[in-house]
T-cell receptor, first 116, second 114 residues
Framework: DAGVTQSPTHLIKTRGQQVTLRCSPISGHKSVSWYQQVLGQGPQFIFQ???????GRGNFPDRFSARQFPNYSSELNVNALLLGDSALYLC???????????????FGSGTQLSVL | AQSVSQHNHHVILSEAASLELGCNYS??????LFWYVQYPGQHLQLLLK??????LVKGIKGFEAEFIKSKFSFNLRKPSVQWSDTAEYFCAVIMKTSYDKVIFGPGTSLSVIP
């Protein structure tokens, strides 16, 4: 089975540009979350989507947005890029969500974004 | 705000040495606890998890962790490390009220010298 796939793997942008990152969850998984991992730090939660609805948002500015499609794939958009947005962006999927869930998260390999 | 701290930023060990990586979290409610590993050039993988029951949990590749609720700790241990254990290790927490919002610690880089 294919794991969580993300595209592109690497991306170089300049300040002020906009970027779209894509994620395909494991087949059958309905929950997708996005994380930002800055070099030398742990991943930081950005968004979680379940059944096409936003279920959680981390402490990120409104320049960050996301959506989930009917096939459960997801896009993360970042507008007006800043140098500090340079990071590895990770996508994770799970079958379901909720506070009682014991679901395991599966992570993709990430998209390395460099903002110059 | 809820947070996860890890005691060491970088640990260097010789093969066959014992390993203990410290992790503490700040949250008074019920949590699920995890250790993730990121091998060089690979994606994050779940090493082990604690949801409830026996506070000593065993994971893959001989790793284990102990949840001590009174100390808000979830330390990772392995009795004898191998060169292949060289990786970045992240402690993580899910608060039971926050769905899949995983809070990660800053990570500990482990280098095992042959």
């Amino acid at each position: 089975d294919a794991g969580v796939t993300q595209s592109p793997t690497h991306l170089i942008k300049t300040r002020g540009q906009q970027v779209t990152l894509r994620c395909s969850p494991i087949s059958g998984h309905k929950s997708v979350s996005w994380y930002q991992q800055v070099l030398g730090q742990g991943p930081q939660f950005i968004f979680q989507y379940y059944e096409k609805e936003e279920r959680g948002r981390g402490n990120f500015p409104d320049r960050f947005s996301a959506r989930q499609f009917p096939n459960y794939s997801s896009e993360l958009n970042v507008n007006a890029l800043l140098l500090g947005d340079s990071a590895l962006y990770l996508c994770a999927s799970s079958f379901r969500t909720g506070p009682a869930t014991n679901e395991k998260l599966f992570f993709g390999s990430g998209t390395q974004l460099s903002v110059l | 705000a809820q947070s996860v701290s890890q005691h060491n930023h970088h640990v260097i060990l010789s093969e066959a040495a014992s390993l203990e990586l410290g992790c503490n979290y700040s949250y008074g409610g019920t949590v699920n606890l995890f250790w993730y590993v990121q091998y060089p050039g690979q994606h994050l993988q779940l090493l082990l998890k604690y949801f409830s029951g026996d506070p000593l949990v065993k994971g893959i590749k001989g790793f284990e962790a102990e949840f001590i609720k009174s100390k808000f700790s979830f330390n990772l241990r392995k009795p004898s490390v191998q060169w292949s254990d060289t990786a970045e290790y992240f402690c993580a927490v899910i608060m039971k009220t926050s769905y899949d919002k995983v809070i990660f610690g800053p990570g500990t880089s482990l280098s095992v010298i042959p």
